[in-house]
């Protein structure tokens, strides 16, 4: 891991976790334990299953779909009635939605919409882009 940061208001579960991965296929089971800590210091476990699942698609997307020597950068926020995260990654190319019956691959983002409530991706000014996921309370 190449780094992570809580900001916000030392010693309290409140704020925005920032983290920093060089782009491996470890950055996904990382992100997923941090995720989980975060949830259960908000009250969230209950989430944990779930978020943990979206993490895992997005971070790995973003590590295969981008640059061999990148980094993958992950924002997870509390929000009210919710949590956001999102993933960012060097590469311009957009995510698509594959389902391939017979494929060993493709499913991740038709995960993301199952268990989110709303998620999205944006291209960034510079380079790269932001996929993000929502899940609010029912």
């Known amino acids: ?10 010693g309290t579960a409140s704020g925005l976790l920032t983290m920093e991965f060089i782009a491996s296929l470890t950055a ?9 800590l ?3 210091s908000w009250g969230l476990a209950r989430w944990r299953e779930d978020l943990c699942v979206i ?8 590590v295969v779909h981008g640059p061999e020597d990148g980094t993958v950068r992950v924002r997870f926020s509390r929000e ?3 949590v956001l995260l999102a993933v960012w990654d060097s590469s311009d190319a957009m995510p698509k939605r594959r389902v391939d019956p ?3 691959s493709g499913r991740g983002l038709v995960m993301v919409e199952a268990l989110a409530s709303d998620f999205g991706a944006y291209q ?4 790269g882009k932001w996929v993000w996921a929502r899940c609010r309370a029912a």
Do not use: D, K
């Not at 190449?2 to 900001?7: K, M, P, T």
């Not at 996904?28 to 989980?36: H, I, K």
């Open 28 to 36: 996904a089971g990382q992100v997923r334990t941090l995720v989980g």
């Open 80 to 82: 009210p009635g919710g």
């Open 1 to 10: 891991m190449s780094g992570y940061a809580l900001q916000g208001p030392p």
């Open 124 to 127: 960034t000014c510079t380079n």
């Open 38 to 40: 975060r949830l259960e």
């Open 55 to 62: 993490a895992s698609e997005l971070v790995t997307n973003a």
């Open 102 to 104: 017979e494929g060993l």
